[in-house]
């Protein structure tokens, strides 16, 4: 089967209540596109992951997923305070969260971990001040 | 699965076994009655159950908001059971049911909860 498509999604800062929204919409996407249902549950946690980021920690943001035959890239861009040491980000346990962010049962430091651990790629570009970007690339073997 | 002195058998049981052993109140999802499960993991942070990747998983949690059910659909977790007493909302009710997924609310501790299904059998994940 061939395919090629293009997905962007708009994430609101702070908005707890429409988080994880636009993780469901592509995972239903994916879903039609009947795709293995192992690399799918890894791609969705890995948006989610990354949706909830930009709605804890950045004032607005985007998802953008580009799926072809050979690989899916999720593009994950935010406004926001950005990070300062993202090897210290990229270790289990380490968050900046709010308690508000604590209270919806976030903020334990895993999220960026956990991205890697169901991506086979995870590029992290950032400036403090500015933003962030994830590129979360699977191959669908 | 092996404890404390003791053998116990590892069996799988049907959502409705679990509701029974834990007196609880099935909330939506009357077509997941009759679901296997297989393993057990108990957790109110969200970020840990996102890390776990079994399937026919119940999920046992004290956290009632959008966040658990949206975790509980990321994650293929098909049954979740609300402990402490802790009451659904509507908006969760109508995610879940969105999501094809099970919620239950049961009057007990997660200590408790925990306790009552690994005497029954229900495997941990680790």
């Known amino acids: 089967m061939f395919f090629n498509m293009q997905l962007t999604y708009e994430i609101a800062g702070g908005d707890f209540g429409k988080a994880g929204y636009a993780s469901s919409e592509i995972k239903k996407v994916l879903k039609k596109l009947n795709l293995d249902l192992r690399i799918i549950k890894k791609i969705a946690v890995a ?42 980000a990229m270790t289990e346990g380490f968050s900046t969260a709010s308690a508000q962010v604590r209270e919806m049962g976030f903020g334990a430091g895993m999220g960026l971990p956990n991205i890697k651990k169901n991506a086979d790629e995870l590029n992290i570009s950032s400036e403090v001040g500015k933003g962030t970007e994830l590129e979360i690339i699977t191959y669908l073997k | ?24 109140r099935l909330v939506c999802g009357d077509s997941k009655l009759n679901y296997m499960l297989k393993f057990a993991f108990a957790s109110d ?35 979740v059971l609300f402990v402490r007493n802790k009451k659904v909302s509507q908006d969760m ?31 941990y994940v680790f």
């Not at chain 1, 709605?55 to 300062?84: C, F, M, N, W």
């Not at chain 2, 079994?54 to 293929?76: F, P, V």
């Not at chain 2, 999501?99 to 299904?117: F, N, Q, R, V």
């Open chain 1, 47 to 88: 948006l989610y992951e990354a949706e909830v980021n930009i709605v804890a920690h950045a004032y607005r943001g985007s998802l953008t997923v580009e799926i072809d035959t050979v690989k899916i890239s999720v593009k994950a861009q935010d406004e926001g305070p950005g990070i300062a040491d993202i090897d210290q």
């Open chain 2, 1 to 24: 699965m092996s404890t404390f002195g003791q053998m116990l058998i590892s069996i799988e049981m049907t959502l409705n076994e679990i509701i029974k052993l834990t007196k609880g």
């Open chain 2, 45 to 79: 942070l969200m970020s840990d159950v996102l890390t776990i990747d079994t399937d026919n998983l119940l999920l046992i949690t004290g956290l009632t908001n959008l966040q658990t059910i949206r975790t509980a659909e990321m994650s293929d977790i098909q049954t």
């Open chain 2, 93 to 123: 009710i109508d995610l879940a049911n969105e999501s094809d997924i099970a919620l239950i609310e049961c009057p007990s501790s997660m200590y408790k909860t925990c306790g009552e299904l690994y005497k029954a059998g229900l495997p």
